[in-house]
Nanobody, 122 residues
Framework: QVQLVESGGGLVQAGGSLRLSCAASGSFFSINAMGWYRQAPGKQRELVAA???????NYADSVKGRFTVSRDNAKNTVYLQMNSLKPEDTAVYYC????????????????WGQGTQVTVSS
């Protein structure tokens, strides 16, 4: 199995910064794409940013220019640097990772972290 452990959430004033981290551990061959999603109260979970094992990134329009996703493949860890935070960024942020397993065949499965609260006050 795979465990995703997130850290770095908290309370910050508008205009401030936070850095989220998510480390994957367990019995897997490798990690493909990793990413961050968020869910605000009463809203659907949405993609914030994602990064492939090769470093290609994808961002939601609402965070482009403010958030930066990165990863350390050696540590199976993904980061989300959030700058110029706005009250509308307030949500529970979830880490997502696709783990690859090799047995008699090659397979993959996506996992979720437990979520970390980010609150931006105005």
């Amino acid at each position: 199995q795979v465990q995703l452990v997130e850290s770095g959430g908290g309370l910050v004033q508008a205009g401030g910064s936070l850095r989220l981290s998510c480390a994957a551990s367990g019995s897997f061959f490798s990690i493909n794409a990793m990413g961050w999603y968020r869910q605000a109260p009463g809203k659907q979970r949405e993609l914030v940013a994602a990064i492939t094992s090769g470093g290609s990134t994808n961002y939601a329009d609402s965070v482009k220019g403010r958030f930066t996703v990165s990863r350390d493949n050696a540590k199976n860890t993904v980061y989300l640097q959030m700058n110029s935070l706005k009250p509308e960024d307030t949500a529970v942020y979830y880490c997502n990772a696709e783990a690859v397993f090799v047995t008699t065949t090659l397979s993959s499965r996506k996992y979720w972290g437990q979520g970390t609260q980010v609150t931006v006050s105005s």
